[in-house]
């Protein structure tokens, strides 16, 4: 790990500014998977500002019945809060579903959306990788790609988002509230906060230098049946092949997320239309346009059976 200088903010505002004035600074909060990145040396920060004293570790009501989730809450303080248990489930479930119970201790709501990609062409530092080093290629593409995605790719990089929890955010419509440099905040849809790689595969969200998250908003319940469900290659501790989240009505309806499929949780509005028609008719208008590998094409198969494995649940 290389040497870098330390400060702990004591305002929002205040730390954004102490990041926008230095290109080499970063944010630390649980520090889950920046430490890891530092240790590797993928991640080389000169200097850390820490934000664990600024008071946003609180989950609150909103004034049109939703919550407001403090950056700062911990995954496991998310996970178990009797609001979130009793009206968005599917968020509860998917926390659950991932990482150890350790790390959801440390982990917190705006660092989960922050996480950064587990394709071992990325942490491999004598690979080519285009989001670690831009410009330098991407090895996954003709290399081993099982785990890596399917759709919303680029000839550029075929990663995908590791987290489970912003699968479920995705499914519920949240927001990403943040503050910048100087003091101004903004609300940005999480439809719109992770991006597609396209030529630009490191430039992975929507924030600008030394913008802050602050708070996760999700709107008022939406009812419905709760489901999450991860496949992996072992029960515990590892990342998803494939992942469903899904809010499903009585009368077949719903809304359906796919996670460890693409570069940001998978959701087209589409799939949620042909949710009644069944699995695979919500399958074929979410992967339409995929473009899977020789190695992972079965995720495509897998999800739709994740999927219809979910409606029959609800339906039973």
Not at 176 to 198: Q, W
Request: aromatic share 6%; proline share 5%; hydrophobic share 40%.
């Amino acid at each position: 790990m290389r040497a870098f200088t330390y400060e702990r903010a004591r305002t929002p505002a205040a730390a954004a500014a102490a990041v926008a004035a230095n290109k080499g600074a970063k944010f630390i909060a649980g520090g889950t998977n920046l430490l890891d990145l530092m240790k590797l040396e993928i991640e080389t920060p000169t200097h850390l500002v820490d934000v664990q004293d600024l008071g946003l570790d609180r989950i609150e009501e909103t004034k049109d019945g939703g919550l407001r989730i403090g950056t700062l809450v911990s995954n496991t303080a998310l996970a178990s809060d009797r609001r979130v248990r009793k009206d968005y489930g599917v968020l509860t479930r998917a926390i659950v579903a991932g990482a150890s119970g350790q790390l959801r201790n440390k982990a917190t709501t705006g660092g989960n959306l922050l996480q950064r990609t587990r394709c071992p062409y990325f942490y491999d530092t004598n690979q080519a990788c285009n989001k670690r080093r831009p410009g330098s290629g991407c090895a996954a593409i003709g290399g081993v790609n099982r785990q890596l995605g399917v759709i919303g790719t680029s000839d550029a990089c075929i990663a995908t988002h590791p987290s489970d929890m912003a699968v479920a955010l995705r499914v519920l419509d949240a927001s990403v509230e943040t503050v910048d440099a100087g003091g101004k905040t903004r609300s940005i849809p999480v439809a719109e906060f992770h991006r597609l790689p396209g030529d630009t595969p490191h430039v992975e969200n929507a924030l600008q230098p030394g913008e802050l998250i602050t708070a996760v908003t999700l709107p008022a319940p939406i009812g419905g049946s709760h489901f999450y469900h991860k496949v992996r290659d072992r029960a515990s501790y590892a990342f998803a092949l494939v992942s469903v989240a899904a809010v499903l009505k009585a009368d077949g309806s719903g809304r359906v997320a796919f996670g460890g499929v693409a570069p940001k949780p998978w959701r087209v509005e589409a799939a949620d239309a042909q949710l009644p028609a069944g699995a695979g008719a919500a399958a074929r208008a979410a992967f339409a346009g995929a473009r899977p590998t020789h190695e992972n094409a079965f995720k495509i198969t897998l999800a739709e059976r994740t999927l219809a494995a979910l409606i029959a649940e609800n339906r039973a």
